[in-house]
């Protein structure tokens, strides 16, 4: 079963507009990862939190992380076109030798004008 | 420019005949790593490497070889590949270990008909 799982799987919203995507995991973790991918292209990484983090900023970003509820959401606040692209979480799991990282399936995301 | 290359970015074959993906990195990063996406399945690794002459199996190794020769190259190898291997395939690196923030390639389509 996947160890993060995006929700929702999809979200359309109007420029402008906040847009907030959740995931959840089922193991303990490291660190936890949002990724951005466009259209079929390579991921690019966002932002990183760690298990003794709660919540993390990067520009109109804003990761919190809930390790009793094993949840994690990401906030992009004042959504542009240009944010339209899948979204994943990603976890490093405790004790699985940081030899990999478990993605979801993804949140697609579209900003329309 | 900091950046991980794959190549071909779209590779038709058919089912037998022998690839390989080439995959280089110039951030001298230790760990990289390969991953196939498929819808509904998110992101699943493939093999790994943790330094030169040392790789390791991931989630779904079967009908792929890798090696690391030198440090900056992954190449992925279907030595007889069928058509359920017909994916999007991601090379990824990472300076530290694979849970850590990873770099990835651009992606190469491989459709085997």
């Known amino acids: 079963s996947q160890q993060g799982e995006e929700d929702p799987q999809a979200l359309s919203i109007q420029e402008g507009e906040n847009a907030t995507m959740n995931c959840s995991y089922k193991t303990s973790i490291n660190n936890l990862q949002w990724y951005r991918q466009n259209s079929g292209r390579g991921l690019v990484h966002l932002i990183l939190?760690?298990?003794?983090?709660r919540e993390k900023h990067s520009g109109r970003l804003r990761v919190t992380l809930d390790t009793s509820k094993k949840s994690s959401s990401l906030l992009i606040t004042a959504s542009r076109a240009a944010d339209t692209a899948s979204y994943f979480c990603?976890?490093?799991?405790?004790?699985?030798?940081?030899?990999?990282?478990?993605f979801g399936t993804g949140t697609q995301l579209k900003v329309e004008l | 420019e900091a950046q991980v290359t794959q190549n071909p970015r779209y590779l038709i074959t058919v089912t037998g005949k022998k690839l390989t993906v080439t995959c280089s990195q110039n951030?001298?990063?230790?760990?990289m790593s390969w991953y196939r996406q498929d819808p509904g399945l998110g992101l699943r690794q493939i093999y790994y490497s943790m330094n030169v002459e040392v790789t390791d199996k991931g989630d779904v190794p079967e009908g792929y070889k890798v090696s690391r020769k030198e440090k900056r190259n992954f190449p992925l190898i279907l030595e007889s590949p069928s058509p359920n291997q017909t994916s999007l395939y991601f090379c990824a690196s990472s300076f530290g270990r694979g849970g850590e923030k990873l770099f990835f390639g651009s992606g190469t389509q491989l459709s085997v008909l």
């Open positions: 951030m001298n990063h230790e760990y």
């Open positions: 939190i760690r298990s003794n983090e």
């Open positions: 990603a976890t490093d799991a405790k004790g699985g030798g940081g030899n990999k990282l478990t």
